[in-house]
């Protein structure tokens, strides 16, 4: 008889969701602000690397369209995956403890650890990644499938695209935007708690999507302010570019609050970072 892994249970147990105000998700920005400074340059690193990973695609895409939009939507689908350190630096910080590169690198180099002595631990949160990249490939496919089949001109750079789609007369862009929308809506409910749920307790990938619906269905409005809100200084950071620097991990972090507001997760066993791991985190 096969015993199951200690952090990836079988069970579907799935932790209470609470009730939220309709602003709250500005209280989220600012406990998120908070942290961000107190970090200082071990969170601005997160949105430095990705500021200048953007740069470089704009530079390569910049007039191959198709290739730009999949990699401004994998961005959006990815980023909770990416911002997995922001949250563990937040919990560093709620619990006293120090949230330095250390930890930055304990909480990856976790992954390869225990991908080598057990076959579940902190592989979850990468398996859930998986998912999202797969989510953003096929709403790049579904676009350029629509776009491709209804467009008058041939799309080849952004600039076709603003001209025959977004300032034409037709219908096209509209139903682009409400395909967008339909797509990403089962993305953002299965994701909006997942990830740090995933990082903070030991629960597996359905167990933290089921909980992240939870959230959703008991929240609708909060969560559909909270959603405007990513998406918006997203947007904010993807025009400025530098603006990345400071948006990835504001976000990073208010979403580790979000998660703590949404739900109560005490009675769900904690995940803890090996041993081999933890003694990373002295290194300051």
Known sequence: MNT???????????????????LRPLHWLRLGWRDLWRCGAVSLLHGLVLALGYAALMVIARDRFWLLAGAASGFLVIAPVLATSLYALSRALERGEAANFGLLVATWGAWQHQRRVESGGYWCLVRFGLLLALAGTGWVLTSAALITLFSPEPILKPTDFLRHIVLSDSWLFEAWLLLGGLMAAPVFASSVVSMPLLLDRRVNTLQAVLASWQVVVANPLPMATWAALILGLT???????????LVIPLLGHASWHAYRDLIDANALPERTLPIAALARTKVS
């Open 4 to 22: 199951p892994t200690p952090n990836c249970p079988p069970t579907l147990t799935l932790p209470a969701p609470r009730s939220i105000g309709l």
């Open 235 to 245: 947007a904010l950071g993807l025009f400025t570019g530098v603006g990345l620097v």
